[in-house]
């Protein structure tokens, strides 16, 4: 079964450092997410993608933030300073059609573990 | 505002019990509901994806019911498996307007141990 994939698995960087979060999305998928989750807490959103370009943001994608689909294949997350409070699992998600108007399945990746010391 | 709440907040329960988790939510205009299994340290899994129209929806052991008049779901869990120790999540979309938290509004999640 094709599985959403997301690398590294475990991130440790030094506050104000620069990181880039990867993912692999299903490859005939259109729809591109970036989730987060604290320890303990609940999956918040962060950003949707599709068609090269943001369709939804929240408000915890402030300019810190920016993702992007660099070729075919990759979509990125790029934290650009990062903050104590940025420590997190990230998930990427991918579906074939945008989940909050149809009912399509959501695949999500295995996460991403962001330390930020 | 939108909001999705789950209770319990946990629950313990013996190998080869049922159980019923809750989701309530307050998400307007409504779109859909899911319920995802979230393994300790892994991505949530989808489970069933469920529009107004249906009341109800199983996926092997899982049996999703669904009250759009009331905004109520819930999740039965039937002859319950010591692998459905887990995070179950209830994320409802709204169509549009979904605030600050986009338009995927997750709850808290209900976390399931079953013992042996």
């Known amino acids: 079964e094709p599985e959403v994939t997301q690398t590294p698995s475990h991130q440790v960087t030094q506050m104000g450092q620069e990181v880039i979060l990867r993912c692999v999305p299903i490859s005939n998928h259109l729809y591109f997410y970036w989730y987060r989750q604290i320890l303990g807490q609940k999956v918040e959103f962060l950003v949707s993608f599709y068609n090269n370009e943001i369709s939804e943001k929240s408000e915890i994608f402030d300019d810190q933030f920016s993702v992007e689909r660099p070729d075919g294949s990759n979509f990125t997350l790029k934290i650009r300073s990062t903050k104590l409070e940025d420590s997190a699992m990230y998930f990427c998600?991918?579906?074939?059609?945008?989940?909050?108007?149809?009912?399509?399945?959501?695949?999500f990746g295995p996460g991403t573990r962001l330390t930020v010391l | 505002k939108n909001q999705v709440e789950q209770s319990p907040q946990s629950l313990i329960i013996l190998e080869g019990k049922n159980c019923t988790l809750q989701c309530n939510y307050t998400v307007s205009p409504f779109s859909n509901l899911r319920w995802y299994k979230q393994d300790t340290g892994r991505g949530p899994v989808s489970l069933t994806i469920m529009t107004f129209s249906e009341n109800t929806k199983s996926n092997g052991r899982y049996t999703a019911t669904l009250d759009a008049d009331t905004k109520q779901s819930s999740l039965h869990i039937t002859a319950s498996q010591l692998s459905d120790s887990a995070s179950y999540i209830c994320v409802v979309s709204a169509a549009w307007g979904g605030g600050s938290q986009g338009n995927l509004i997750f709850g808290k999640g209900t976390k399931l141990s079953v013992k042996p």
């Open positions: 998600a991918s579906s074939p059609t945008g989940v909050t108007l149809f009912t399509d399945t959501q695949y």
